[in-house]
């Protein structure tokens, strides 16, 4: 639409296609040529166009104009999570790189899905199941520890004792605790763990600890069905 309007802010009055869009635009209705309008206005880049068509030249850069709108759609985005506390996770490991650090890792397609899940804050832990059955904040802890700690992304990455054996190797093998200003800054730790250069040993470790806890799980449920 964009680049069609330019043409016609080029273009003599008297041709008909010039005609008809100032036609369609005086209209009061919703018309493409409103639509096209609007998304400059949006932008910020109306007033400037206007202006530029009345010398008869007009053009619109339109990569400038997607810019504009990732950016906005970001701010709104970022700007209605903070009133919703099922994205405490995201707010806390979000970076706008994300989307391509995730796409041109080589990581298996589970893998790919565990981090995801893990940094907007769906991976199915304590945290985010007892939504589902609207069990209290404070009851949905870790059953597979005795620590009785909400059974969040930071707990199942970093503290969970019954996950401690597979933890210690990675953090043995990685020195990631080396290169953090803070090692008791849980999210600085976390975004470290899963930055573009230790991403892919990561998503393994993810899957292993994921794997794990699973395991744990089930085991648990079968000695609790057996007592029974």
Same mark, same amino acid.
């Given at each position: 639409?964009?680049?069609?309007?330019?043409?016609?802010?080029?273009?003599?009055?008297?041709?008909?296609?010039?005609?008809? @869009?100032?036609?369609?635009?005086?209209?009061?209705?919703?018309?493409?040529?409103?639509?096209?309008?609007?998304?400059?206005? +949006?932008?910020?880049?109306? $007033?400037?166009?206007?202006?530029?068509?009345?010398?008869?030249? !007009?053009?619109? =850069?339109?990569?400038?104009?997607?810019?504009?709108?990732?950016? #906005?759609?970001?701010?709104?985005?970022?700007?209605?999570?903070? =009133?919703?506390? %099922?994205? !405490?996770?995201?707010?806390?490991?979000?970076? &706008?790189?994300?989307?391509?650090? #995730?796409? +041109?890792?080589?990581?298996?397609?589970?893998?790919?899905?565990?981090?995801?899940?893990?940094?907007?804050?769906?991976?199915?832990?304590?945290?985010?199941?007892?939504?589902?059955?609207? %069990?209290?904040?404070? &009851?949905?802890? !870790?059953?597979? !520890? =005795?620590?009785?700690?909400? $059974?969040?992304?930071?707990?199942?990455?970093? +503290?969970?004792?019954?996950?401690?054996?597979?933890?210690?190797? @990675?953090?043995?093998? @990685?020195? @990631? *605790? $080396? $290169?953090?200003?803070?090692?008791?800054?849980?999210?600085?730790?976390? %975004?470290?763990? *899963?930055?573009?250069?230790?991403?892919?040993?990561?998503?393994?470790?993810?899957?292993?600890?994921? =794997?794990?806890?699973?395991?744990?799980?089930?085991?648990?449920?079968?000695?609790?069905?057996?007592?029974?």
């Amino acid at each position: 639409m964009i680049r069609y309007r330019n043409r016609l802010a080029s273009m003599k009055d008297d041709r008909l296609p010039k005609i008809v @869009y100032n036609w369609e635009k005086s209209l009061n209705i919703d018309s493409w040529s409103k639509s096209v309008d609007f998304i400059l206005s +949006y932008v910020n880049m109306l $007033d400037d166009t206007l202006a530029r068509e009345e010398e008869k030249m !007009c053009h619109v =850069d339109l990569d400038v104009v997607k810019s504009r709108l990732l950016k #906005i759609c970001r701010e709104k985005c970022w700007t209605s999570s903070l =009133d919703m506390a %099922k994205l !405490c996770t995201y707010r806390e490991l979000f970076d &706008e790189q994300d989307h391509m650090i #995730i796409v +041109y890792t080589n990581l298996t397609r589970r893998q790919r899905s565990l981090v995801v899940k893990l940094k907007i804050g769906i991976l199915p832990l304590g945290v985010e199941v007892g939504r589902f059955t609207n %069990k209290p904040l404070e &009851e949905r802890i !870790c059953h597979i !520890c =005795d620590d009785a700690l909400l $059974d969040n992304e930071f707990h199942f990455l970093l +503290y969970c004792e019954a996950l401690k054996p597979i933890r210690s190797k @990675y953090f043995e093998e @990685y020195n @990631y *605790l $080396d $290169d953090c200003t803070d090692p008791t800054d849980k999210v600085e730790l976390c %975004k470290l763990m *899963l930055n573009s250069h230790n991403l892919k040993h990561t998503a393994r470790f993810l899957e292993s600890m994921f =794997d794990e806890r699973m395991r744990l799980l089930y085991a648990k449920k079968s000695d609790e069905e057996g007592e029974e």
